[in-house]
């Protein structure tokens, strides 16, 4: 059907933390308005408890993935690993050690940078792979996300979500059918890049002691978009212009797949607030019931697993038939948006 | 995984432009000796740098990548308008986040790109975000796609006080346009690996979430920069460059004494020296930069190769082996079949 034909989605796997926090149990704490609540709707997320870190997450993810799909781990030809957040140690090679520890002895791995919306860039990448190379059968895409003080403040931290701990994983593979891939779209606003982005530990200004003391090795969305967004006319400029791009990537993907909205049957879409989620769906003319809604307001925002965790939970729980037409769709800080389109 | 892309895939991929850039700024060993017990004479014979470049306070990743990104897109003949993809291999970014690809899109002007940072550890990272892209470009997913490899590793990555790390590495980014091809042309075959077990051998413990910078540690040299296990990057350097090469060539159907050029990650000479005459390449087949500009990580094969091009040493019909390796521990390779300009669409 599309220029991907035969390449689809052959396993997936989701892994949640066992504790768990509700937003009315921390409303208190944190001053938060019922408007905001509802506004909001994530009502719960699940920690980490202080033994698991993403590579843990991610393991697991992705060992649930690989039984699913029904292959063996020596199979796996390639592993891409994201996270959204911060990684365990500045800098190290946890992609080598998921490799490792899931027993991929033939993978080779890496790890893609792209924000929230690394999982889709990294499907676009695993199917145009396959295309290419007729050596490469299984690709496992696998991300995983904490959220812990003192680099960041899960509930506070932006007014667009609420942030929770999870993993999620897929395999792609090639002779697939029945969830196939379509075609994928990717789409980089780099003018917005200054937007909340974390201002200290890079090579534009190393860490140094007092950045500790003022508290800016950290993640805190809010507090630093509005170093830029000072008015309310600078702030409503810049949502116009991450809906118009959000707008566009929509469109490019239905032009790309040749269907009209009225064909999309279901949305995957990454963890955000109620409101964005409405949003997003009466943009594609879905009901809120047909998006992945029901597993956000249940899990929060988990960086860039939010997608594959989202896919697996609506496929296990038998939430998408087979003849759906479903559409993939995260963003991520710096702006990047992609969509996919997956047939049942 | 080793992989012929030229029986695969709707299309031929190539380098159609590289560009570099280089901070000006120089530091020698006799400088870097006043500092640290060694002596330019002990770092040349046993890594092979003489004197390497050094990013100044106002450079940024983002500067020089996008510095490195113009010129390969100008040497391709493109406008930045026509790139369709952009991926930066890097470690160390301007900021934790968001991705410095994006910056890099920004100020390139390249409207219509997508970006995103490959971390592969640094130095395999170049090789790695080739083949990459090649896939991108092969599968008819993009037309144009630019490849950056760069880092400023002397600003958190190593401790200058430390005589095991510090004398390798400098500052410096490369970059190429891949674009499509007829099929069967530019590159031939390419590997991409990772050895999991060693996924320690190169760490930088501090600054995340098992160990996060606080006021206890963000003095500690050992927890803040690069820890390096230097035999064993050696052992497995000198294992799988030459192994590299040999498969390649292999995939590709090329004997190895047919190979014309040989670019390395220029992690330390006697590496280079001793994997070229483990597969009976003379250096007269490869070429260097580690003597001007040290190990600069995911720039290194990048620079080494935009030099050859300019000096001649590569020309259109070669045969040219890329290999990168290191923290992973991975490794990656690639067999080319050169190509100018004109013959691009």
């Known amino acids: 059907m599309g220029k991907y034909s035969g390449i689809g989605i052959s396993g997936s796997g989701s892994y949640a933390p066992k504790n768990v926090m509700y937003t009315d149990h921390v409303k208190s704490i944190f001053n938060f308005t019922e408007a905001y609540i509802q506004k909001i709707g994530i009502s719960k997320v699940h920690i980490a408890d202080e033994t698991e870190y993403p590579t843990d997450m991610a393991i697991q993810a992705s060992k649930d993935a690989i039984k699913d799909a029904g292959i063996l781990p020596e199979d796996i030809n390639i592993i891409i690993y994201s996270y959204g957040g911060f ?57 995983a996300d904490m959220f812990k003080e003192p680099i960041v403040n899960r509930w506070k931290t932006a007014d667009a979500c609420i942030w929770g701990d999870g993993a999620s994983a897929a395999i792609i593979s090639r002779g697939v059918t029945d969830h196939e891939i379509i075609d994928v779209v990717n789409m980089t606003d780099g003018a917005l890049n200054h937007l909340w982005r974390i201002p200290v530990g890079g090579t534009v200004t190393p860490l140094e002691p007092e950045h500790i003391e003022q508290n800016l090795f950290r993640i805190d969305m809010n507090r630093f978009a509005l170093e830029y967004l000072k008015d309310d006319a600078e702030r409503e400029r810049v949502s116009k212009r991450i809906v118009n791009t959000n707008i566009k990537t929509f469109e490019k993907l239905l032009e790309k797949i040749k269907k009209e909205k009225s064909d999309v049957n279901k949305i995957i879409t ?61 963003a991520g800080t710096g702006f990047s948006t992609a969509s996919a389109a997956i047939q049942f | 995984m080793i992989t012929n892309i030229a029986e695969n895939g709707s299309f031929g991929v190539g380098i159609r432009g590289m560009g570099t850039f280089l901070p000006e700024r120089i530091l ?86 997508g970006a995103f940072d490959a971390v592969i550890g640094g130095c395999p990272g170049s090789v790695y975000a080739l083949s990459i892209g090649a896939s991108f470009v092969a599968s008819g997913s993009c037309k144009n796609v630019l490849v950056i490899g760069g880092d400023i590793i002397s600003r958190n990555l190593i401790n200058w006080n430390d005589r095991e790390t510090c004398c390798f590495f400098g500052d410096g980014a490369g970059a190429a346009v891949l674009s ?18 060693r996924y320690n051998a190169c760490i930088i413990p501090a600054g995340g979430l098992k160990m996060p910078v606080d006021s206890g540690n963000v003095d500690d040299v050992k927890k803040r920069y690069l820890n390096m296990d230097n035999k064993a990057v050696w052992n497995f350097a000198t294992t799988v460059l030459p192994e590299s090469i040999v498969q390649v060539a292999e995939k590709s159907g090329v004997k190895v004494e047919d190979i014309d050029m040989v670019i390395s990650h220029q992690a330390n000479i006697n590496i280079i020296k001793t994997s070229m005459e483990k597969i009976g390449l003379t250096m007269d087949k490869t070429h260097t930069t580690i003597e001007k500009y040290g190990n600069t990580g995911g720039a290194s094969t990048l620079i080494t190769l935009a030099e050859a091009v300019v000096e001649k040493k590569v020309n259109k019909g070669d045969k040219v082996v890329m290999v990168s390796f290191g923290a992973g521990l991975a490794w990656s390779g690639m067999l080319l079949e050169w190509h100018e300009q004109s013959d691009f669409n």
């Open chain 2, 180 to 197: 499509r091809l007829p099929k069967g042309q530019g590159i031939q075959s390419y590997l991409m690996k990772v050895d999991g077990s």
């Open chain 2, 28 to 113: 020698t060993n006799h400088e870097l000796s006043k500092q640290i017990p060694t002596t330019d004479e002990w770092i040349r014979s046993k890594i092979g740098v003489g004197e390497r470049r050094i990013a100044d306070e106002s450079e940024t990743l983002s500067n020089m990548a996008t510095i490195a990104g113009r010129r390969a897109i100008e040497n391709a003949g493109l406008k930045p308008e026509d790139i369709d993809l952009i991926i930066l291999a890097r470690v160390d970014p301007d900021h934790i986040d968001p991705s410095t690809s994006f910056k890099v899109q920004d100020n390139l002007g390249a409207i219509n790109a």
């Open chain 1, 87 to 143: 990684p365990e140690y500045f800098m190290w090679a946890e992609y080598a050690k998921i490799q490792y520890e899931i027993g991929a002895i033939n993978a080779s791995a890496m790890r893609f940078d792209q924000a929230c919306n690394a999982q889709i860039i990294a499907l676009d990448y695993a199917v145009s792979k396959i295309k290419a190379d007729e050596n490469i059968n299984h690709i496992l895409i696998v991300s």
């Open chain 1, 270 to 330: 990454y963890n955000v607030g109620k409101f964005i989620i409405e949003n997003i769906s009466k943009m594609l003319c879905v009901n809120l019931a047909d998006t992945s809604w029901e597993y956000g307001s249940q899990h929060g925002h988990m960086g860039p697993a939010d997608i594959f965790f989202n896919y697996d939970q609506m496929k296990k729980n038998n939430k998408i038939k087979s003849g759906d037409l479903v559409v993939l769709f995260s």
